[in-house]
């Protein structure tokens, strides 16, 4: 973290509890700073791809078809369905372990915490709804009004961090809060707004499979197959029912029990016990083999082992083992087979004109800031939630310009929006846009204000 957080951890005398809490932030911030950049790269070469040489290869690669078969039952889909459909339910299922997580423990578990960056959530997601419906209501491009509501917490995250060393900390965390929270209503809006036809045997069978996940958590099962098992089962139903199959992976995250079998007391206490067991005898230090001289030595080490393995919760397991693929290698990828916008033949005049672009642009660019700064500052002036500590409002001002960076959220939406490629084409530019235009709004913004504070802090 910064120098400012470790000064906080020496003089406050909250400073280890709120160390501890601060760690799953810090642990998941560093993971989104080097993924920023990975997405930038991967972004990159798929414009370049889209528009060279390569374009006919990139467009092949992509629309590839790839057959899955058990016996007589066969599921073919292409690459990029199987990105999308597949790889992002992964994606989707962190999510909803990080929204679990910072529910139970971090920026979200009490209602005066959590409702600052909610708020501010809502309004990062009302306001450039209202400004695209504004430009395209009773046009073929309103099933895009989805478009321009999302924010890509990798690249916001990876910004802040790059750009903003010295901003508090506290901005960072409700950056991070209302970043997960907007994702959340992201999640839900795909599964009311973008479902075409419900098929009520699958989705039966996916509620059976989330009603057996309910009772296994219950029932204290901890086994992590028994939640991939069922969680691919749900998604496997999910995709027949007609629900996009991102939704599948929220609903399993939530499910994914947060408690291990031990608590960290018992957890001391158990490895207290197997310690004393462990006797140390001089020769056993001057030979490689000596544990095989001694196998209750051996004996404890497993014990250690299935102690960690216990009081380790599914939840951290999971989160921890998936997190580093997502961000490493399947957002990358989903970046380079969705972030293709196509240049050719696409004047700048006719773009920008185009109501579809505008409507996108403007609701990343303009609606965000506004409704983030608009919705939080009532929070506040009506008591319902407190500004952090530190943390002022030119701060919330700037980490709002940088909650327009859509791009994740948004191209995936695009393509639940539009099938058309020239429509596909016009999302792209208006999320390119206006997710670029707001990455560097922001990191002005924050970096101006901050200075010129603290010039007027000296003088």
């Known amino acids: 973290m910064t120098d400012i957080a470790e000064k906080q951890a020496v003089t406050s005398p909250k400073s280890d509890s709120d160390n501890r809490q601060f760690q799953p932030f810090r642990w998941f911030f560093k993971k989104e700073v080097i993924g920023s950049v990975l997405l930038l790269i991967a972004s990159a070469a798929a414009v370049y791809a889209a528009n060279s040489f390569l374009s006919k290869g990139y467009d092949h690669f992509l629309h590839t078809e790839i057959t899955l078969g058990?016996?007589?039952?066969?599921?073919?889909?292409?690459?990029?369905?199987?990105?999308?459909?597949?790889?992002?339910?992964?994606?989707?299922?962190?999510?909803?372990?990080?929204?679990?997580?910072?529910?139970?423990?971090?920026?979200?578990?009490?209602l005066k915490?959590?409702?600052?960056?909610?708020?501010?959530?809502?309004g990062g997601m009302v306001v450039p709804g209202l400004i695209f419906t504004l430009f395209n209501y009773g046009t073929?491009?309103?099933?895009?009004?989805?478009?321009?509501?999302?924010?890509?917490?990798?690249?916001?995250?990876?910004?802040?961090?790059?750009?903003?060393?010295?901003?508090?900390?506290?901005?960072?965390?409700?950056?991070?809060?209302?970043?997960?929270?907007?994702?959340?209503?992201?999640?839900?809006?795909?599964?009311?707004?973008?479902?075409?036809?419900?098929?009520?045997?699958?989705?039966?069978?996916?509620?059976?499979?989330?009603?057996?996940?309910?009772?296994?958590?219950?029932?204290?099962?901890?086994?992590?197959?028994?939640?991939?098992?069922?969680?691919?089962a749900t998604w496997i139903a999910v995709m027949g029912s007609g629900v996009h199959a991102t939704v599948a992976g929220v609903a399993v995250a939530l499910l994914v029990p947060a408690k291990g079998r031990y608590n960290t007391a018992q957890f001391i206490d158990k490895?207290?016990?197997?310690?004393?067991?462990?006797?140390?005898?001089?020769?056993?230090?001057?030979?490689?083999?000596?544990?095989?001289?001694?196998?209750?030595?051996?004996?404890?080490?497993?014990?250690?082992?299935?102690?960690?393995?216990?009081?380790?919760?599914?939840?951290?397991?999971?989160?921890?083992?998936?997190?580093?693929?997502?961000?490493?290698?399947?957002?990358?990828?989903?970046?380079?087979?969705?972030?293709?916008?196509?240049?050719?033949?696409?004047?700048p005049g006719a773009a920008f004109s185009n109501t579809l672009t505008l409507g996108i642009t403007l609701g990343l660019l303009v609606g965000k800031p506004v409704g983030v700064t608009l919705f939080a500052w009532l929070a506040v002036k009506m008591n319902f939630a407190d500004i952090p500590e530190g943390v002022a409002w030119r701060h919330i001002m700037g980490a709002a310009m940088l909650g327009g960076i859509g791009f994740t959220m948004s191209l995936f939406i695009a393509g639940l929006s539009f099938t058309d490629p020239a429509l596909l084409n016009f999302s792209k530019l208006g999320v390119l846009t206006g997710s670029i235009l707001s990455g560097i709004g922001g990191i002005l913004f924050l970096s101006v204000g901050e200075r010129l504070h603290q010039r007027r802090a000296a003088a």
């Not at 597949?86 to 910072?102: D, P, Q, S």
């Not at 999302?150 to 508090?168: E, H, M, N, Q, V």
């Not at 309910?214 to 069922?230: D, S």
């Open 140 to 232: 073929p491009y309103m099933d895009g009004w989805g478009i321009p509501v999302a924010t890509d917490i990798a690249f916001s995250l990876g910004a802040i961090a790059l750009f903003g060393r010295k901003l508090p900390v506290g901005l960072r965390i409700f950056l991070a809060a209302f970043a997960i929270a907007d994702d959340l209503g992201a999640v839900v809006i795909i599964a009311l707004f973008y479902t075409n036809e419900i098929v009520m045997g699958y989705l039966i069978a996916s509620g059976i499979f989330i009603l057996t996940l309910l009772i296994g958590n219950l029932l204290w099962i901890r086994w992590i197959p028994f939640y991939i098992i069922l969680g691919i």
């Open 113 to 122: 915490m959590a409702l600052l960056p909610v708020i501010g959530a809502a």
């Open 271 to 347: 490895v207290n016990r197997i310690m004393a067991d462990l006797k140390y005898r001089e020769y056993l230090s001057e030979y490689w083999y000596a544990i095989l001289l001694e196998p209750k030595h051996l004996n404890a080490i497993h014990a250690l082992e299935k102690a960690c393995h216990h009081v380790e919760t599914p939840l951290q397991r999971l989160e921890h083992a998936l997190h580093p693929w997502v961000v490493f290698l399947i957002l990358p990828l989903f970046a380079f087979s969705n972030a293709g916008l196509t240049l050719t033949n696409l004047s």
């Open 70 to 110: 058990l016996g007589q039952n066969h599921f073919s889909m292409s690459l990029l369905h199987w990105i999308n459909d597949g790889l992002m339910a992964i994606f989707f299922f962190t999510v909803g372990l990080e929204i679990k997580r910072e529910i139970l423990v971090g920026e979200l578990a009490s």
